[in-house]
């Protein structure tokens, strides 16, 4: 099993340009989320799908747009990348009737 | 809302000395509450977790936590620290009424001294 994936691993965009991460989990879990990781503000909730075909909002999800069209793939889209967006994205999967979220190694973002 | 405070963002300690974390949570219910660790340039390895029932918890690489419910703290422990537990760890918190979607604290950050 290699569990939770994400590609691309780093990716440098110029503001205006979009681009999509790609989170696949080979766990065949129901529950999928996005999260990004800023300095000091810990992991914070960007969408979340409870399985295929469904996605939510989270705390953060202004500027973002996904699609979990597969069971095990949770895309997360920047239309028009801003510098704010400049952070270290995290996905995580999640068993139904489980507590514990499984993370992939992340992906290191920079909009110039 | 649930929300989850470290109120140390950096932590210096010798090597093979004690390590404690404090971490504070917001929440009305019974929350489930975790403990992450994050090696640099890593993602996120689970510590350990507290769902229910015994509320000293004991986790990977020697690490215990202990649920106290009238101080809403999960603080986690380590009684003698080694160089490679320098990382940054993340407490967080999450619920079943809150769909398992887990909040979490701004991490601390632990230095470890030769």
């Known amino acids: 099993n290699a569990g939770v994936t994400q590609t691309p691993k780093f990716r440098v965009l110029k503001t205006g340009q979009s681009m999509t991460l790609l989170c696949a989990q080979d766990?065949?879990?129901?529950?999928m989320y996005w999260y990004r990781q800023d300095p000091g503000m810990g992991l914070r909730l960007i969408h979340y799908?409870?399985?295929?075909?469904?996605?939510a909002k989270g705390e953060v999800p202004d500027g973002y747009n996904v699609s979990r069209l597969k069971k095990q793939n949770f895309l997360l889209g920047l239309e028009s990348a801003a510098p704010s967006q400049t952070s270290v994205y995290f996905c995580?999967?999640?068993?139904?009737?489980?507590?514990?979220?499984?993370f992939g190694p992340g992906t290191r973002l920079t909009v110039l | 809302a649930q929300s989850v405070t470290q109120p140390d963002i950096h932590i210096t300690v010798s090597e093979g000395a004690s390590l404690e974390l404090r971490c504070n949570y917001s929440?009305?219910?019974?929350?489930?509450l975790f403990w992450y660790v994050q090696s640099p340039g890593q993602g996120l390895q689970l510590l350990l977790k507290y769902f229910s029932g015994d509320t000293l918890v004991q986790g990977i690489k020697g690490f215990e936590a202990e649920f106290k419910r009238s101080q809403s703290s999960f603080n986690l422990r380590k009684p003698s620290v080694h160089w490679s537990d320098a990382a940054e760890y993340f407490c967080a918190v999450g619920s079943k009424a809150a769909g398992n979607k887990l909040t979490f604290g701004g991490g601390t950050r632990v230095l470890v001294k030769p």
């Open positions: 799908s409870v399985g295929e075909g469904t996605t």
């Open positions: 766990m065949n879990h129901e529950y």
């Open positions: 929440y009305g219910a019974t929350p489930y």
């Open positions: 995580a999967s999640r068993p139904p009737g489980g507590n514990e979220q499984f």
